[in-house]
């Protein structure tokens, strides 16, 4: 079985899977689970944008406990006047300076540590707000993401520039930010699609740009986006159908002994080409 026909079985299968476990729970139905693969555009000015870079900085590690953001959201967004990435540069020449007037406002633990996590999101927001601040408005920014929309390799340039200029982002965190932004060719080569996509032969291993090619080319395979794709696997694996605050377990490991044990899942010939 070549890789193309590998992934339309797979994604297949996956389809079926999700929809017998929305078929189980009682709150869960089709009309729900159609909501969780439906992604628009999130943001309409820069500073919209900028807030979803300092939000989306904060999934890794313990970071997002740690700083409490929807919470202490009200007092952030004045401390960051409004996530306006030009007015953040000004009035906080360095991250250091940003990560004063955090001291100044929360009560932070090990302030003297230089892994201390608010120092690190405050580094995030500095270079991140540098960034932003490149972009007049929405219509650059668009402008800017459509130049990579090539090919997977292309698609695959924009989040890893965006780990080398924002500091905190990895290729996850920066797929993370420009998916939630709502642009549905970047999905997240989290934990749950790096286990699920290496275990099944569709990765040839688990680092992350390798999973995200693999999501890419499925997309491609199956003619869906990349963020539908990443969405069907990612509710898999986490069980979260979050929109309804329902959680039903982790199936990552019954998926993969469920497709694996299935008679049209054969192993990728490595002489088949990828067509």
Not at 63 to 80: D, G, P, Y
Not at 120 to 147: C, E, H, L, P, R
Not at 160 to 189: H, N, Q, V
Request: hydrophobic share 40%; aromatic share 12%.
């Amino acid at each position: 079985m070549n890789k193309v026909k590998k992934y339309r079985v797979v994604y297949k299968h996956a389809r079926q899977f999700l929809s017998g476990i929305v078929a189980q729970h009682a709150g869960l139905n089709e009309r729900i689970l159609k909501l969780h693969l439906l992604q628009k555009s999130k943001f309409d000015t820069i500073s919209d944008a900028n807030r979803q870079l300092i939000e989306s900085l904060l999934n890794r590690n313990m970071m997002a406990a740690v700083i409490n953001f929807k919470e202490r959201e009200s007092r952030l967004r004045a401390i960051l006047f409004d996530y306006n990435p030009n007015t953040i540069v000004v009035e906080y020449p360095n991250a250091e300076s940003l990560f004063n007037r955090f001291k100044q406002e929360f009560e932070i633990q090990n302030v003297n540590n230089n892994r201390n996590l608010w120092r690190q999101w405050a580094d995030g927001i500095i270079s991140g707000s540098n960034f932003m601040a490149s972009f007049n408005d929405k219509k650059a920014f668009d402008a800017f993401v459509k130049t990579f929309l090539l090919n997977k390799y292309t698609k695959a340039a924009l989040p890893m520039l965006l780990s080398k200029e924002i500091k905190g982002f990895g290729l996850a965190l920066a797929c993370d930010f420009l998916k939630e932004l709502g642009y549905r060719d970047y999905p997240k080569p989290d934990t749950h699609l790096i286990k699920i996509f290496h275990s099944l032969g569709l990765s040839e291993t688990e680092d992350p740009y390798d999973v995200y090619k693999a999501i890419v080319e499925m997309a491609k395979a199956v003619k869906e986006d990349a963020y539908t794709v990443d969405r069907v696997f990612w509710l898999i694996g986490s069980g979260k159908f979050y929109l309804v605050d329902i959680n039903v377990g982790r199936n990552s490991t019954r998926f993969i002994r469920s497709t694996r044990l299935s008679k049209k899942f054969e192993p990728i010939n490595v002489n088949d080409r990828n067509d």
